[in-house]
């Protein structure tokens, strides 16, 4: 077997750990901005809808090349993988500060396009928010980069104890420069854009001294290949393209969410920091399917491949239902720490509570599995799926819903639900077909 128990555990634990902190840490900070007033968090909300979209865009990047190294690796090509790495690194540090340069032309055009219904108070906290979170997207997308390179190497050891840095920068900041100093959002966004800044430099240093397959300080004088850029970009981006689209279409459905009022998003941003919490378990175990399939396929070991999608699917289920069942359990307490109006906080706690029972049902059959499928580079069929999905469902039922059911702002979360569960259906029904394994790149 390519991969022991002990190896497995080694690289799931980590990830797990790091994905609850991170969660822990999303909630800290709409709990600490809360004190700054409901349009504070609608604010930050509506920006965090924008930043998804980007970090979509970059996580792509990152698995496009976490896939290609893996399959070098499962090929016993070491120098090929850190070839690609390289290859990654600097293509990725290009597009991320034209991300940059993009959003900061447009600033003004992207907020009011997307968002010129919310109220001027909204609008006037989620541009302070912006500022800040278009300045550190080239540390993300750097920090999102090494991960991956350490990843693929089978250490998620190191990612999460520089994520474990960078939570504990973000905490402490946060208390200096909301309660401390009473910057509300502006001190959200300055504190989010420093840890970001140290922790992509911390990790970019272990990576130069790193003495794996994957070095940084081996990447000087290797020379480029087109051809290597184009590999990442052949995985990628139909990945990025999905992503990107996703978010693009749940930026039309918070449009659909503005439109129900400033309480309604405050609710739905206090829900949707809840439901990543809840996800936070299995999109860590996710990350460990493109390493282990990833390297299974490289390979050609696809009866591993399927034994270990089948063991890791199963635990990803356990734990997304605990998650599920907690989040539910106490859906009304959490809502109370955010100080929201009676009103608001009862639609919060409804949101939570539906979220959980659709997130324990189909959540892991409809995310995990086509992370397995991309590993092996079944991508373009990943991508279609969603892409459908996406429209039909998420983006198309919310407006369907908000015209012919007086539900309020959950008519946006049943649409989702549907969404969840016909990707669920399609991609089981694809691995279960082994149409997969016929889509290697290598």
Same mark, same amino acid.
């Given at each position: 077997?390519? $991969? ?36 504070? *968090? ?36 070491? %120098?090929?993988?850190? $070839?690609?790495?390289?290859?990654? !690194?600097?293509?990725?540090? +290009? ?69 474990? !840095? ?56 290797? %020379? ?45 941003? +206090?829900?949707?920091? +809840? ?39 199963? !635990? ?32 919060? *706690? ?46 198309? $039922? ?10 309020? *702002? ?33």
């Amino acid at each position: 077997m390519l $991969f022991r128990k002990k190896d497995l555990a080694g690289l799931i634990l980590p990830l797990l750990l790091e994905q609850i902190i991170m969660g822990t840490i999303g909630m800290a900070d709409m709990l600490m901005v809360a004190s700054a007033g409901e349009a504070a *968090v609608s604010g930050i909300s509506l920006i965090d809808s924008i930043n998804m979209l980007f970090q979509s865009m970059f996580s792509a990047l990152a698995t496009g090349g976490t896939i290609i190294c893996t399959q070098y690796m499962g090929k016993g090509e070491p %120098g090929q993988a850190n $070839f690609a790495a390289k290859h990654l !690194l600097a293509f990725s540090a +290009v597009f991320s500060i034209g991300i940059f340069v993009l959003c900061f032309l447009f600033r003004f055009q992207i907020l009011n396009g997307l968002y010129g219904t919310a109220e001027e108070a909204v609008l006037r906290e989620a541009m302070t928010y912006f500022y800040f979170s278009m300045t550190s997207y080239p540390f993300l997308m750097l920090l999102d980069c090494c991960s991956a390179a350490f990843r693929a190497m089978g250490n998620a050891r190191l990612p999460f104890v520089v994520t474990f !840095l960078m939570s504990m920068i973000n905490i402490a900041l946060n208390a200096v420069f909301i309660f401390g100093y009473g910057w509300g959002v502006f001190g959200a966004g300055l504190a989010t854009m420093i840890a970001r800044i140290v922790s992509s430099f911390a990790l970019f240093g272990l990576l130069w001294k790193s003495r794996g397959v994957i070095s940084a300080r081996s990447f000087v004088g290797t %020379g480029w290949e087109f051809d290597m850029v184009k590999n990442i970009l052949r995985l990628a981006l139909p990945t990025g393209l999905e992503d990107s689209i996703f978010h693009i279409g749940k930026l039309l459905v918070q449009g659909v969410v503005t439109s129900f009022g400033t309480a309604a998003i405050a609710a739905n941003a +206090v829900a949707l920091t +809840v439901s990543e919490f809840t996800h936070m378990p299995g999109y860590a175990i996710g990350l460990s399917l493109l390493t282990v399939v990833g390297r299974c396929a490289g390979a050609r070991e696809y009866a591993q491949a399927e034994h270990y999608i089948k063991w890791i699917g199963a !635990l990803s289920l356990a734990i997304t239902c605990l998650a599920a069942i907690l989040s539910a359990i106490f859906a009304g307490p959490i809502a109370e720490l955010y100080h929201l109006s009676a009103g608001t906080e009862d639609t919060a *706690v409804a949101l939570m509570r539906w979220q959980a029972l659709a997130c324990a049902l189909v959540w892991v059959l409809a995310f995990n599995i086509p992370d397995a499928l991309r590993a092996a580079s079944d991508v373009r069929f990943t991508m279609t799926v969603s892409l459908l999905s996406m429209w039909i469902f998420r983006v198309g $039922f919310s407006y369907i819903f908000r015209a012919f059911l007086d539900i309020g *702002v959950v008519c946006v979360w049943f649409a989702m639900f549907l969404d969840w569960t016909f990707r669920a259906s399609v991609f089981t029904w694809r691995l279960k077909s082994g149409k997969w394994k016929e889509k290697m790149f290598l």
